[in-house]
C-alpha cells in the first residue's frame, strides 16, 4: 500500500505564475482533505471533501485556489497566480469516513521566488 | 473562535525521563481530541486518539475536561520519540496546533 500519494514533492516557481498540485488517496476513502502547512505551524484546513463534494471550503482563498475532485477519487489544487507568501508545504490527506483516522500524504514544498 | 494552543515550541529531555507535552484547547461542545507526530524525513501521522483510551508507543494522554486540555504523556522517554506532535482537536476537521518538538538526548 503506497498510502496517499503526492505530486510533485518540490516545486519552485516565479510569482505569479500557475502551479498545480496533485493527490491520490488510499483506494476506497472517501473524505479528502488539502492542508497548508507554514514554517513552524501546523497543518491549516484549505478544503475538505467527501466523494467528490467540497464540503468545507471556507479557508480556501478562492481568488486564486481552486480545487477540484472530478470522480470522487484523486484531486488536484491550483494556484493561479502564485505570491511570494504562497510558499509553504502542501499536504494532503485521506480518510475512510469523515471522522476516522486521516492518513496524510508526503506533502509539496512550493518555493514562489 | 476555535483555538489549540501547545505553549512549549521545544522540548528537550535525556532519556528516560518522563514527558509531557502540553495541549488546551477552545472548542464548543466536546470533539474528538488526537494527537499526530511527524518524525524526521516521515510524512505525519496519528499517534493516538481520545477515544480509543490506548496507550502507543508508551504514550497516554489524559482529557481534562474543565481545564480543556489533552496533555500527551510517556514516563521514560526514548531516543526514537525525538519528533514533532501536534495537538489536533476537531469534528469533521480537525485544528491542529502548531506542534511542540520533542527532543530526546542519550
Known amino acids: 500500500e503506497a498510502g496517499v500519494v503526492q505530486s510533485p514533492r518540490y516545486k519552485i516557481i516565479e510569482k505569479k505564475q500557475p502551479v498545480a498540485f496533485w493527490c491520490n488517496p488510499i483506494?476506497?476513502?472517501?473524505?479528502l482533505y488539502w492542508y497548508l502547512q507554514n514554517l513552524g505551524q501546523g497543518p491549516e484546513l484549505l478544503i475538505r471533501y467527501e466523494n467528490e463534494e467540497a464540503v468545507d471550503d471556507s479557508q480556501l482563498p478562492k481568488d486564486r485556489f481552486s480545487a477540484e475532485r472530478l470522480k470522487g477519487v484523486d484531486s488536484t489544487l491550483k494556484i493561479q497566480p502564485a505570491e511570494l507568501g504562497d510558499s509553504a508545504v502542501y499536504l494532503c490527506?485521506?480518510?475512510?469516513?469523515?471522522?476516522?483516522?486521516?492518513?496524510f500524504g508526503q506533502g509539496t514544498r512550493l518555493t514562489v521566488v | 473562535a476555535q483555538r489549540v494552543t501547545q505553549p512549549e515550541k521545544l522540548l528537550s529531555v535525556f532519556k528516560g525521563a518522563p514527558v509531557e507535552l502540553k495541549c488546551n484547547y477552545s472548542y464548543s461542545g466536546s470533539p474528538e481530541l488526537f494527537w499526530y507526530v511527524q518524525y524526521s524525513r516521515q510524512r505525519l501521522q496519528l499517534l493516538l486518539r481520545h477515544i480509543s483510551r490506548e496507550s502507543i508507543k508508551g504514550f497516554t494522554a489524559d482529557l481534562n475536561k474543565g481545564e480543556t486540555s489533552f496533555h500527551l504523556k510517556k514516563p521514560f522517554a526514548q531516543e526514537e520519540d525525538s519528533a514533532m506532535y501536534y495537538c489536533a482537536p476537531g469534528y469533521s476537521t480537525l485544528t491542529f496546533g502548531k506542534g511542540t518538538m520533542l527532543l530526546v538526548s542519550p
Open positions: 483506494s476506497g476513502h472517501n473524505t
Open positions: 490527506a485521506s480518510s475512510f469516513q469523515t471522522d476516522t483516522e486521516a492518513f
